[in-house]
């Protein structure tokens, strides 16, 4: 192939969507990854918000499509829907707010019902400053590392305020949606093959 | 006779002398007293087995439990998911869209006077019970400079407990979430016109 230099970057889509305890700060996590400013202004979300962020890396254009959902119960069944297709999800919990810790294991179990498997999970413990401040975490980070195992997920201990962590988490994310794609076309590039084959020896 | 109250409709529960269910009465006199000046509250969810725990406490005796140990964040959770898991919510099923239509008004007055119309149509457990949590969340809002709770987060937080279509199937658009929110934000800033 000539000019293959000159071949714009593949486009990559991904969805990524967003859950957690209401006021963990999921809406302000994203406006601080796509804006790169703190927002304090506390208000609630409604139903489900999204924003897109392209990111490019050495080898593709990602585009993420980021959905943020209200973590107030009865909306649930609304996020629900909006799991599906999903190829990443973040679960996340306020480091300094044990319940939120304690309930990410049934938000897990929605996503687990909804998502196809494969699906890339991160868990994020969020406003870091906070406890860094107070010196004393709610949550270690020992235990936020356990559980993202136990569920084999990303984890990453961020502020959404000073911005800590918050692109390295992403860009972690991104890496792994990249390959596990990579991955899956792999795939079905071997299965096209066995199938040509097969249907040459005429069997 | 279902003495203690174990149903699950409003008019079902042990009430006050006021017609509002101890329940509902209990958990907002909780909240009155130690979650005023609390940030985020009826916002901050609670930790779910516990809330659950407390629920079922209440469900099969609500003058005896004690809420002294428990986190406003518990408390107020279990009011919300009491309300949520009510058979009828506080806004009964069979009159969401005419409530939803109204919410539709662009006149404010218009509005006003709808609503008090379908006030009126409420059972009366219903109507004692809403303008309860109406009062109390007006309350949690004129200390929104501490909690950070003004009249729009809490009426966010609050709608989905109260309102409920009659079809759970139905895929509800953002836009009919914004209407239930609309009218609970009505409701709070013109209390005195409703709950006099």
Same mark, same amino acid.
């Given at each position: 192939m000539q000019g293959e230099e000159a071949l714009p970057k593949p486009q990559r889509i991904f969805k990524v969507v967003f859950v957690g305890d209401s006021g963990v700060g999921k809406?302000?996590?994203?406006?601080?990854?796509?804006?790169?400013?703190?927002?304090?202004?506390?208000?609630a979300t409604i139903g489900v918000d999204f924003q897109v962020k392209?990111?490019?890396?050495?080898?593709?254009?990602v585009t993420l499509q980021l959905w943020d959902t209200a973590g107030q119960e009865r909306y649930r069944s609304m996020t629900k829907t909006y799991f599906r297709k999903a190829d990443g999800v973040i679960v996340m919990y306020?480091?300094?707010?044990?319940?939120?810790?304690?309930?990410?294991?049934?938000?897990?179990?929605?996503?687990?019902?909804q998502v196809e498997p494969g699906t890339v999970t991160m868990l994020v413990g969020n406003k870091l400053d906070t406890a860094e401040e107070a010196g004393t975490k709610a949550v270690k980070t020992k235990n936020g590392q356990e559980l993202a195992k136990s569920y084999e997920?990303?984890?990453y201990e961020v502020s959404a305020k000073t911005g800590a962590n918050v692109d390295d988490a992403m860009e972690d994310l991104t890496r792994l949606l990249q390959e596990k794609e990579d991955k899956k076309m792999e795939e079905v590039l071997q299965l096209t093959e066995i199938t040509t084959k097969k249907g040459c020896c005429g069997r | 006779m279902s003495f203690q109250g174990s149903g699950t409709t409003l008019n079902d529960?042990?009430?006050?002398?006021?017609?509002?269910p101890v329940i509902v009465d209990r958990c907002i006199t909780h909240v009155e007293v130690h979650g005023l000046k609390e940030k985020g509250v009826y916002r901050t969810a609670g930790q779910s087995s516990r809330v659950q725990a407390l629920l079922d406490e209440f469900r099969r005796d609500a003058l005896s439990v004690s809420l002294n140990e428990y986190p406003v964040a518990e408390v107020a959770d279990?009011?919300?998911r009491f309300l949520r898991e009510l058979?009828?919510?506080?806004?009964?099923?069979?009159?969401y869209p005419a409530w939803i239509s109204a919410a539709g008004c662009t006149e404010l007055s218009r509005r006003l006077y709808s609503y008090e119309y379908y006030l009126k149509k409420m059972p009366s457990v219903h109507f004692n019970t809403l303008k309860r949590i109406i009062l109390h969340l007006h309350q949690v809002a004129e200390h929104c400079g501490v909690n950070k709770m003004p009249i729009t987060n809490l009426a966010s937080c609050f709608a989905p407990s109260l309102m409920r279509t009659n079809k759970d199937k139905v895929h509800l658009t953002g836009e009919v979430y914004s209407q =239930?929110? #609309?009218?609970?934000?009505?409701?709070? =800033?013109? #209390?005195d016109f409703f709950f006099h």
């Open positions: 809406s302000s996590f994203l406006h601080q990854f796509c804006n790169h400013e703190f927002r304090g202004n506390f208000a392209t990111l490019e890396t050495k080898t593709s254009v306020d480091i300094n707010l044990e319940a939120s810790f304690t309930n990410v294991r049934n938000w897990m179990t929605s996503v687990q019902e997920m990303l984890f | 529960q042990v009430l006050t002398g006021d017609n509002v279990t009011l919300k058979d009828d919510s506080v806004f009964e099923r069979i009159n =239930e929110i #609309k009218i609970i934000i009505d409701l709070l =800033e013109n #209390k």
